[in-house]
């Protein structure tokens, strides 16, 4: 009998023990209370946040024998089938593993019957993100005319693969990263349930190492009961988590300032006796410094107080372009990492040219810029001592708080400067080293300049590779860039935000003019004319045109849309801006819910696409290179770029 | 088996008893034994009356049958190329020339979770306990290592997962936060001094060249790598003085022959080796120190004296790009000729 895991024993099973996820639960509760069922949700959020979690609960609570409600018993058969995972009619696909359109098909041909046992059939359709185009296809059609017994709970990690037709059926719902906070009253109660002891800052770790999901938390929860024999000590688990302290940036930053190489090195050595892994430290680093370019920018940007009294000291030691050069450096050594000998070599190979182009003399060791006594004032100057043109120099102003962007930048490569260069441009440090010798000013730059000139494909980095926040400077400059939010773990954006992929066409055909399309009502035409784009353009597309007279013009939006209303009431000003400006005068727009009567732009954009793309596909495959693609490899890559027309 | 500088671990993983989750991931360096310790708790987790230090006993029934390699609830998932049995190596020699049918995938397939899922679907054979070895868990592609999070995260009742990886950032988060995470790094200094007194222990400059990584070197030693690391640094020792041009036309050959195909060098272990020699040069020469031919420090610190630190950086540099493409270099002769150019360069001064 193994031991069954935190996560999984304590997966809520209502919604009044779910944590951290309470907008949703106020929607969906309210809904379960009134009636108000859409038939189709949509899930986002990253890992373990809780959409698995919360469709176990509304199948429930669609199901309960005690009637449809937002508190399902847990008592009742329905419930603890349901649990239990051995309901007829909740059925988990998971779309990462039946991902192709036969897997669908055999789903829906069962939808259209009964429920067996209970009052709705719940699919809850995990990972949909990994559906092929085929199969999203084959769901489309249910997904607009559902059977009235049947629901779908679609969940993602990715939202932003899923195409538009299907999102715009589905209400959704954006989870939530747990804050630090939640997550730490939750394992405290967990631990008081299991009798086990704790220290509380232990948990603080954990929860900060599980940057945002409620199962990361728990998996290290049970690794730290697992190290420390039945209770959790605050030592144990930062040793555990391999965190790489800030004990050890600090060391790396105190040892660059003495230009102490045997205590850089020790360092390294202290972090591979503890298996903490050099990845994550260059990382650390890296925004370690960064944080110190910014304090000596902004002091105020560094919003802890504990953290600012800590990093100033650091803003003497080191100027603005040395900073910005060893964040460059210390992100590349983190991209080369699995090109070097291994990650020790590739670690201090870093920390060696963090020290060979330290600057030679820190203004805080007497250089004479430094004894004006200026602040931060001074720093942000170039300093005295010319520095090579090439070497990355922050642009007035702004730009310590982002220094991803080195001026200099050649076009090809904004995220991984081709540091390689650096190295190659920058004068030679004093020759403190092993050797004295003979001056010699670096030439071999010449022959390897036109291969540094190249853009790096610096691909070693995988697409879900976390960068760290640093990484996406330039949206903004100022202390968002230091928001703790987890790197590449970020919320997806809210779907209104989320352009239509089909959006562009934007009426730039030109050809006829818009009071043409006015007076015969071409709403298909207008539309595009509008350019809309996201979640704006699939309303538009799903109401008909029904009539423009008197400056008013009439709209009825299909019935199996309404939500799209609901969810972005301003909707109908937008467009009827648009339009007036499109007009050139003022009009009004109505639009009432309805039955369709006529057709839709979507439904005529719909079949017209339907039409051709089912004769771009049938071409394709037909191909026997193609078909052997399609089966070994990825349907969906193949298919998504049959492009009709 | 349990290597020494595990045994630490080994007894921290017994000590769970009860308590050990159903999926684990064992993360490091290669050549530390990482898939020895899945294996032996795989072991101890088929057996039916393990041993007071927690090995399986080797006697008992669910023992032999995995003994003789037919456990039925034992799964390991591995690239085909690491299952396949060594049975080309013989003859053949240059083997892959031809095209003797297809190449075997280093990647783990799709349809092995597919499989697993099924064989899962149905209860186990010789008790309820089933073991899945994963390995190299990086060798799953994306649709792959989304296929097998759902029964990581639920898998069926006595299912219990060992993840094996050297290169954790090449997984998915997804994948690693449903696993609970062992790490482990280059073996403490004193237990390794212990293991090299040992029988069957690799020579110390194997050992060095590895990154003190035991069993890597182990398998160098083997396969009569001591030999080929004499003559390589031989010839790298002396090219400041040769002609880079004439040495790479030599180690063409050199790789071609007898010995070296008997000991499986090849250009990627060659490209490795020249790295790290580089690698050490560089150290050393921006005050770090030598690592990995520690016996040779000498001569790496009169070449040091030679070069500046751009070119001897920018040399490094150069040969992490090279060991990018090094699997599928166009021409081994250019590739030798290119990489040992770079570095005459590098270590001649300016002049050329
Ligand atoms: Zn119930
Ligand atoms: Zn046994």
Request: charged letters at 20%; glycine letters at 8%; hydrophobic letters at 45%.
């Amino acid at each position: 009998m193994s031991y069954q895991v935190l996560a999984r024993k304590w997966r809520p099973k209502s919604f009044a023990t779910l944590v951290g996820q309470e907008h949703v639960v106020r929607a969906l509760s309210h809904a379960l209370a009134t009636g108000r069922l859409h038939h189709a949700w949509l899930f986002t959020g990253t890992r373990g946040v809780g959409k698995t979690t919360i469709s176990r609960i509304l199948a429930k609570a669609l199901n309960c024998e005690t009637g449809v409600t937002p508190e399902p018993c847990n008592q009742c058969a329905a419930c603890q089938a349901i649990d239990a995972d051995r309901f007829p009619d909740y059925v988990e696909m998971d779309a990462a593993s039946n991902r192709g359109v036969e897997d669908m098909a055999a789903l829906l041909d069962k939808a259209v019957y009964a429920p067996v046992q209970g009052r709705y059939k719940v699919y809850m359709i995990d990972e949909v993100h990994m559906l092929t185009g085929h199969a999203f296809n084959a769901m489309l059609k249910t997904l607009e005319e559902p059977p009235e017994h049947v629901k779908f709970i679609l969940a993602t990690t990715d939202p932003q693969k899923i195409p538009v037709t299907v999102l715009s059926r589905c209400l959704q719902f954006n989870l939530k990263q747990m804050p630090p906070g939640h997550i730490v009253e939750h394992l405290s109660r967990i631990l008081a349930a299991e009798a086990i002891p704790c220290e509380t800052p232990a948990l603080r770790h954990l929860a900060k190492a599980a940057n945002g999901s409620m199962r990361d938390a728990l998996s290290l929860l049970d690794q730290a009961i697992a190290h420390g024999s039945g209770k959790i000590e605050e030592e144990q688990v930062t040793h555990m988590l391999g965190t790489v302290g800030d004990d050890h940036l600090y060391a790396v930053l105190d040892a660059l300032a003495a230009a102490d190489v045997a205590a850089l090195l020790a360092v390294a050595d202290r972090m591979e006796a503890r298996s903490l892994s050099f990845d994550a430290a260059l990382q650390a680093l890296a925004s370690l410094l960064h944080r110190v370019a910014l304090a000596q920018f902004a002091p105020a940007a560094i919003a802890d107080e504990a953290e600012r009294q800590r990093v100033s000291p650091y803003t003497e030691l080191f100027d603005a372009e040395f900073l910005q050069l060893a964040y460059q450096i210390a992100i590349h050594g983190r991209d080369e990492l699995p090109l070097a000998p291994d990650d020790y070599a590739g670690f201090t190979m870093t920390l060696l040219r963090l020290h060979a182009f330290r600057p030679d003399q820190p203004p805080a060791l007497g250089s004479p810029a430094a004894a004006g006594g200026g602040g931060g004032v001074a720093r942000s100057l170039p300093p005295a001592a010319p520095r090579p043109a090439a070497a990355p120099r922050p642009a007035p102003g702004n730009a310590s708080a982002q220094p991803a962007q080195p001026a200099a930048a050649a076009p090809t490569a904004a995220v991984t400067p081709a540091t390689s260069a650096v190295p190659a441009s920058v004068p030679e440090p004093p020759a403190r080293a092993p050797a004295a010798e003979p001056v010699q000013r670096p030439a071999p730059a010449a022959p390897s300049a036109a291969a540094e000139a190249r853009p790096e494909p610096s691909n070693s980095v995988p697409p879900w590779e976390d960068l760290p926040p640093e990484a996406f400077a330039g949206q903004s400059a100022e202390p968002a860039a230091l928001r703790s939010e987890p790197p590449g773990e970020a919320a997806p954006p809210p779907a209104a935000a989320r352009p239509a992929p089909a959006a562009p066409a934007s009426g730039g055909d030109g050809d006829g003019d818009a009071a043409a399309d006015f007076a015969a009502g071409n709403w298909h035409g207008l539309i595009r004319r509008l350019g809309l784009g996201g979640l704006v353009r699939e309303f538009a597309q799903h109401c008909e045109w029904l009539g423009f007279a008197d400056g008013v013009i009439d709209l009825r939006l299909s019935n199996a849309h309404r939500h799209l209303l609901d969810m972005n009431p301003g909707v109908v000003e937008r467009i009827q801006d648009q339009l007036a400006s499109l007009y050139g005068a003022p009009l009004r727009l109505r639009t009432a819910v309805g039955a369709i009567e006529g057709e839709t732009p979507a439904q005529r954009d719909e079949a017209d696409r339907r039409a051709r793309h089912a004769e771009a596909v049938a071409a394709l495959e037909s191909d026997p290179f193609v078909r052997e693609l399609i089966e070994r490899f990825d349907a969906t890559l193949v298919e998504a770029s049959v492009k009709p027309l | 088996m349990i290597h020494p500088w595990l045994a630490d671990t080994w007894q921290r993983l017994v000590g769970l008893g009860g308590r050990l989750p159903h999926a684990l991931l064992f993360v490091g360096p290669e050549g530390l034994g990482k898939r020895d310790l899945a294996d032996t708790l795989a072991a101890r987790l088929l057996c039916s009356a393990p041993a007071v230090d927690g090995h399986a006993c080797g006697h008992c029934v669910p023992c032999q049958l995995r003994l003789s390699g037919n456990h039925p609830d034992l799964l390991p998932i591995v690239p085909e190329a690491d299952a396949a049995p060594e049975s080309e190596g013989g003859e053949g020699g240059e083997g892959g020339e031809g095209g003797s049918g297809k190449k075997k995938s280093s990647q783990i397939r799709i349809e092995q979770i597919r499989d697993l899922q099924e064989t899962l679907s149905v209860t186990g054979h010789q008790s309820s306990r089933r073991v899945i070895v994963v390995d190299p868990a990086e060798a799953m592609n994306a649709f792959t290592a989304n296929a097998l999070l759902k029964l990581l995260e639920e898998p069926p009742e006595g299912c219990i997962f060992l993840l094996v990886s050297s290169a954790p950032r090449r997984l998915l988060p997804t994948i690693r936060s449903r696993c609970q995470q062992w790490s482990f790094s280059r073996p403490a200094d004193d237990v390794v001094a212990q293991w090299l007194l040992g029988p069957d222990a690799p020579p110390a400059d194997l050992l060095a060249l590895t990154g003190g990584m035991p069993l890597a070197a182990q398998r160098l030693a083997k396969s009569g790598s001591d030999a080929l690391l004499r003559r390589f640094v031989k010839d790298i020792a002396a090219l400041p003085a040769g002609d880079p041009l004439k040495l790479a036309g030599q180690w063409e050959s050199w790789l071609k022959s007898k010995e070296a195909l008997a000991a499986g060098f090849g250009m990627p272990q060659l490209v490795e080796w020249i790295q790290r020699w580089v690698t050490d040069l560089a150290s050393l020469r921006l005050g770090g120190r030598v690592r990995f031919f520690p016996g040779e420090d000498g001569v790496i610190a009169a070449l040091a004296q030679r070069t500046s630190v751009a070119a001897v950086t920018n040399c490094y540099n150069e040969l992490a790009r090279i060991r990018r493409v090094v699997q599928h270099p166009l021409n081994a002769r250019l590739m030798l000729e290119d990489m040992l150019l770079r570095y005459a360069r590098a270590v001649t001064g300016t002049r050329r």
